[in-house]
């Protein structure tokens, strides 16, 4: 039976925004980045009270069915609790429906609040293996929550042969002259629109081409940056999702012209640019008039809680 929890407790939760796949890491690889959600919570006596400002706003549901309210409470029964009410501000920066795991975002804020809430009653918080697999079944696949749970980089994976799937993740300290550009259109884009895209088989070849970028892609990371641009190479995703977001693959394909190494950031319709220089101005332009934001971003650690 769940232990109800005292009302004035508080925490405040800092989550990274993250992207996945990063080229050929479809579903397994992942990065966090230094674009957060702060997450306010006390408990009450009784009642729910919901806030968002920011992205998001006047578009989520502010009542139970609010993401971050279900992995609280998810968060908190897998810890033996249960709190008599709450008050949840929800202050945003991860742009909603981009490619910049705000779902997971989310999914990973609210289990990180309730293991604040546990902390602050005095009982044993779950550990980040726990908290990756509690974001991930929110998710369906582990990439972007792992990134937000662990920070840095992520090289994550499902065991789906039982009834219930298991993730897991572990991280990849990423080199420090590694620099990470976004391009950010206003369109958005869901992932299960761009996920039918795919098809159901890839060619034996296509396979090993993306197995070969993709173990690249975790020694590009970590020692190697010179070798970014052959490891973001990718055939199983970015091309089917092309016709999608027209806009995203045309500012994709300028950018790699250019000696960059860009990807669609999970499901776009973001870019991510990673490179160890300054974008070159005629990149930078490119992408503007396509009407994208750049913004610098750093590699983020993990989800912090006070």
Not at 72 to 95: F, S, T
Not at 144 to 163: D, I, Y
Not at 293 to 298: D, G, N, P
Request: proline letters at 5%; charged letters at 15%; one cysteine or more.
């Amino acid at each position: 039976m769940s232990e109800v929890l005292p009302a004035g407790l508080a925490t405040t939760v800092l989550v990274p925004a993250s992207s996945a796949n990063l080229g050929p890491g479809f579903d397994s690889l992942g990065i966090a980045l230094s674009l957060y959600d702060e997450i306010e919570v006390n408990t009450t006596e009784s009642g729910l009270k919901v806030a968002v400002e920011g992205q998001g706003a006047g578009e989520v549901p502010l009542d139970g069915s609010h993401l971050v309210v279900r992995a609280i409470e998810r968060g908190l029964a897998a810890g033996g609790a249960a709190a008599p009410g709450l008050i949840v501000q929800c202050h945003n920066k991860i742009p909603h429906s981009r490619g910049l795991g705000s779902s997971a975002a989310a999914a990973v804020a609210g289990l990180g609040v309730a293991n604040g809430l546990l902390a602050k009653a005095g009982r044993a918080v779950l550990s980040d293996d726990v908290l990756v697999q509690l974001a991930s079944e929110f998710e369906g696949h582990p990439d972007n929550a792992a990134a937000s749970v662990l920070g840095g980089a992520v090289v994550s994976w499902s065991e789906t042969s039982g009834a219930t799937p298991i993730y897991a993740a572990t991280r990849l300290d990423v080199h420090p002259d590694i620099k990470i550009v976004a391009a950010i259109p206003e369109e958005q884009s869901s992932t299960a629109h761009t996920r039918v895209l795919l098809p159901e088989a890839v060619t034996h070849v296509d396979a090993r081409f993306n197995i070969s970028r993709a173990a690249l892609l975790t020694v590009a990371l970590t020692a190697r940056p010179d070798l970014l641009m052959t490891a973001t190479e990718d055939r199983l995703h970015q091309p089917q999702r092309a016709s999608a977001m027209p806009a995203s693959a045309d500012v994709l394909a300028y950018l790699r012209s250019q000696g960059v190494a860009a990807v669609l950031s999970g499901a776009g319709p973001a870019v991510l640019a990673l490179t160890t220089v300054d974008l070159p101005d005629s990149a930078v332009k490119y992408a503007e008039d396509q009407g994208f934001s750049l913004v610098a971003m750093a590699v983020s650690a993990g989800v912090s809680v006070r």
